[in-house]
């Protein structure tokens, strides 16, 4: 178990709509990543966010937003979701974005399937 | 852009050594890790290696870094069942802001027949 939590475990849901994951980082870390898993782009980075403040951006379309709040629990919204949007949706953690904080500990994912 | 490259799968028998191997193309890499993946589960960082070592063990695993051929590999010593997993290469440069973001390869799937 890594210390990072993420709700749901499964979503399904239709085209066009609109769904929020959630994920609590570790105890005491500050920082928070969004990954996407799929078979075809394989884990492309999406975002980072920094004790409340967006740190990097990836790959994240412009449908898709996140923001951590200040007991620094994260979101990611996704919107008008298509079908191509269907796959495992990582978060990860870590005390801070640089030097021995390097280490990013994931969440067991959230499973998207978009119908 | 950076790139990772890892072969997709690699078959071993029970109590071999299993290597794993991974390129990148980013010479500015800072950090290489290798993540491990079981069924229904988040990658669990297993070992990293900073740019300026050419070797870390840990316990069955060994590392070996060639940065000159930007090439990564994990040696697993006497692998086990519980070693079939899909292992994920990363490297990581410091992005602007101090981030450090990590770059995945599509991961090897090992398979470890009794």
């Known amino acids: 178990d890594s210390g990072v939590t993420q709700t749901p475990k499964h979503l399904i849901t239709a085209t066009g709509q609109r769904v929020t994951l959630r994920c609590s980082p570790r105890?005491?870390?500050?920082?928070v990543y969004w990954y996407q898993q799929s078979l075809d782009q394989g884990l492309q980075f999406l975002i980072q966010?920094?004790?409340?403040?967006?740190?990097a951006k990836g790959n994240i379309l412009e449908r898709f937003s996140a923001q951590q709040f200040p007991d620094l629990h994260s979101e990611l919204n996704l919107s008008s979701l298509e079908l191509g949007d269907s796959a495992l949706y990582f978060c990860a953690s870590s005390v801070g974005v640089g030097g021995y904080t390097y280490e990013q500990y994931f969440g067991p994912g959230t499973r998207l399937t978009v119908t | 852009g950076e790139d990772v490259e890892q072969s997709l799968f690699l078959s071993v028998r029970e109590g071999d050594s299993s290597v794993i191997n991974c390129t990148y193309t980013?010479?500015?890499?800072?950090?290489l890790y290798w993540y491990k993946q079981e069924p229904g589960a988040g990658l669990q960082l297993l070992t990293y290696i900073f740019s300026n070592m050419d070797m870390k063990q840990d316990q069955r695993l060994t590392v070996l870094l060639n940065k000159k051929d930007k090439h990564l590999s994990l040696r697993i010593a006497d692998t086990q069942t519980g070693d079939s997993a899909i292992y994920f290469c990363?490297?990581?440069?410091?992005?602007?802001?101090?981030?450090?973001?990590?770059?995945f390869g599509r991961g090897t799937s090992l398979i470890v027949h009794p």
């Open positions: 105890s005491g870390d500050l920082s």
């Open positions: 980013d010479s500015s890499s800072t950090y």
């Open positions: 990363a490297e990581t440069a410091v992005e602007t802001g101090g981030s450090y973001i990590p770059t």
């Open positions: 966010y920094y004790n409340g403040e967006e740190r």
